[in-house]
């Protein structure tokens, strides 16, 4: 695997097809929530943090794998932002474990998977979503289509004042939400066309 930091709180991985194949995975059915995924997952934050520096022990990470080459591909893992009482939690945490303590845990909990991507059958469902969600999110955002269909991408730790599963029924009502999303996050990336980048949301509430 090869590790690059992108910026301070932003790490690349590249990821040989062969190292999935070891842990008898393949791309198409990456899930984050397979226990061989969560694995390999761990294994890459201890390289990194060796390598690079990069300690996301109790940071809250938003985590994007796209197709590279023919033979590799890549994962991006970035550490958002802490609120204020999340940040109070972690010095608790720094303050009560060990880093080999952490580390042990960090192995055994489960990985949840900050990516969120709804598709919608036009670009006005898609809006009328954006439309619901640009008073409580506040995150990055991405508009792709694909074929005739439309794809909104926001990560869950975007949201100012709610959590997403209390909004999410009302989203149900313009698309449909993905579930594969580590596979269709890398589809969209390699094949689709990014129509609005980085603050979709915010750019769809506006002009449209």
């Known amino acids: 695997m090869k590790m690059e930091r992108v910026n301070e709180n932003k790490i690349r991985i590249t990821v040989p097809f062969r190292d999935l194949e070891d842990r008898h995975l393949n791309l198409k059915s990456f899930d984050y929530n397979n226990p061989d995924a969560q694995e390999l997952f761990w294994d ?3 390289q990194a943090e060796s390598e690079l520096g990069f300690d996301a022990t ?3 990470l938003c985590v994007e794998a ?3 080459s023919k033979d590799d591909f890549i994962i991006t893992i970035t550490r958002l932002p802490d609120m204020e009482e999340f940040e109070s939690i972690q010095k ?4 009560k474990y060990t880093k080999r ?3 042990t845990k960090r192995k055994t909990k489960k990985l949840v998977v900050s990516i969120v991507i709804y598709s919608f ?3 006005d469902d898609a809006c009328m979503m954006a ?4 008073n409580v999110y506040n995150g990055e955002s991405n508009l792709y289509k694909y074929s005739d269909t439309y794809y909104l991408q926001f990560c869950k730790n975007g949201f100012d004042v709610i959590d997403f599963m209390d909004i999410e029924p009302q989203l149900g009502e313009y698309g449909d939400r993905i579930t594969n999303v580590g596979f269709y996050e890398g589809y969209l990336n390699e094949y689709g066309v990014k129509i609005i980048q980085s603050n979709a949301i915010e750019k769809m509430n506006s002009y449209f």
Not at 92 to 95: D, R
Not at 131 to 134: E, G
């Open 44 to 46: 890459m934050m201890e």
């Open 101 to 103: 303590e952490l580390r």
């Open 66 to 68: 796209y197709p590279g």
């Open 58 to 60: 109790t940071s809250q």
């Open 121 to 123: 059958k036009d670009v």
């Open 92 to 95: 608790y945490i720094k303050n």
């Open 131 to 134: 439309n619901l969600l640009h």
